[in-house]
């Protein structure tokens, strides 16, 4: 529906001053037969139907080839539908009138940068855009299209100037996406060892965004690199504490830490976390340290316990390989039970976008779908309907 929007946009903007300069020209019959035409058109758009609004424009831009607003709602519409190189035409023809005003010629120049977006053309959408932000024509929607064009060529020192551009000028709130750039600059210069510049970059990103988990798992990962794993560790801890649901990406930085401190005990803190924030990757590694820390009948009540609670394939899985190695056999049942087990996890996505449901096995910063920085998360285990009957059940 927003994507509808944006598509009305410039239709609409201009439909009331379409209507009154029209009708000026209009004798009262071609008034009468017009006026109602274009917001059928109008209508058609807003319960979706756009090969029925795509009729009704063409028929408007026949009976008046002068008319901008139709024809900047057929190369939307075109767009739309994916026949990008009909939106080119037709606002190509439209940008070179001469008699369009300011603020058409600026909805036009933006619908072909974006025709040119969709057909990949990105060095003309972003000439477009460009001459757009210094116009001050469209200027917070071509900033937008800039950002969209730096993102996908990973120019990010470009894409922080033009969201500090966009900041300054709209109340559209950037502090996250700033944030990311700086870490995306930081991390490039920890590959080509200018660690300096990564910290300075690290830190402009904690200053725009104080909650930048990525700043500071990137600032553990530069202490163990450093060899103060001491740091790394208590980073990690503070990392943990603001947003636990990143804790299965930054598990083997914080337990290599441990291994390099020479820590053997960490039971007890795997579980501080878990209670704080299940998920399925910590369980499996608290199922796996309190066995090696109090043995597998402590591991076993542990798995039960989360699966009361949880219904999660990979907590079933611990649990059926624990019981077939303690009871040192598998009879073919169990055999099978795992295999098919094993096979459904790994069918099973470990981080989903919480904006539009991508599902992905790694982190990614940015969502490869919906574009958005941050909404990829760890996907949480399902919670058991019932979890006192099954425990009743089971002390019974
Ligand atoms: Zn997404």
Redesign the pocket.
């Known amino acids: 529906m927003m994507e509808l929007l944006f598509l009305l946009l410039p239709v609409a903007a201009a439909s009331g001053w379409w209507i009154a300069r029209r009708s000026a020209k209009w004798s009262s019959s071609e008034r009468c037969e017009r006026a109602p035409t274009f917001f059928r058109g109008l209508n058609y758009l807003l319960n979706e139907q756009p090969d029925k609004a795509i009729d009704v424009f063409l028929k408007l831009a026949e009976m008046d080839s002068e008319t901008v607003e139709t024809h900047l709602a057929l190369g939307s519409l075109f767009r739309r539908r994916g026949e990008v190189d009909r939106a080119i035409r037709i606002h190509q023809n439209l940008v070179a009138r001469q008699s369009l005003s300011l603020s058409q010629r600026g909805f036009a120049l933006y619908e072909l940068g974006r025709d040119y977006m969709l057909a990949g053309l990105f060095d003309r959408a972003e000439s477009l855009f460009n001459e757009l932000v210094e116009m001050e024509l469209q200027q917070q929607r071509a900033l937008r299209g800039l950002i969209e064009i730096y993102q996908a060529e990973k120019e990010w020192p470009r894409c922080l100037e033009m969201a500090e551009r966009l900041q300054r000028i709209s109340d559209e709130p950037l502090s996250t996406e700033i944030a990311q750039y700086h870490c995306e600059m930081a991390e490039e210069c920890l590959r080509t060892g200018e660690t300096d510049s990564a910290r300075a970059h690290l830190l402009d990103a904690q200053s725009v965004d104080a909650d930048c988990i990525r700043a500071s798992m990137l600032q553990a990962q530069m202490e163990m690199t450093a060899g103060d794993a001491e740091t790394a560790a208590l980073l990690y801890r503070r990392v943990v504490e603001r947003g636990p649901r990143y804790l299965p990406a930054m598990l083997p930085g914080l337990l290599e830490c441990w291994r390099r401190l020479g820590r053997k005990q960490v039971a007890g803190e795997l579980q501080s976390f878990f209670d704080m924030h299940p998920s399925p990757p910590l369980m499996l590694e608290l199922s796996e340290a309190i066995e090696r820390e109090q043995g597998i009948d402590a591991a076993l009540v542990f798995l039960e316990d989360y699966l009361c609670e949880h219904a999660d394939l990979a907590g079933a899985e611990r649990l059926l390989e624990l019981r077939m190695r303690l009871r040192n056999s598998a009879g073919q049942g169990d055999a099978i039970l795992l295999q098919v087990l094993r096979q459904l996890l790994a069918l099973q996505p470990v981080h989903q976008?919480?904006?539009?449901?991508?599902e992905a096995r790694a982190l990614h910063w940015q969502?490869?779908?919906?574009?958005?920085w941050g909404?990829?998360k760890a996907v949480e285990p399902y919670p058991i309907a019932n979890p006192a009957v099954l425990k009743q059940r089971r002390i019974s």
């Open positions: 976008c919480e904006h539009c449901g991508f969502c490869p779908s919906c574009k958005r909404s990829i």
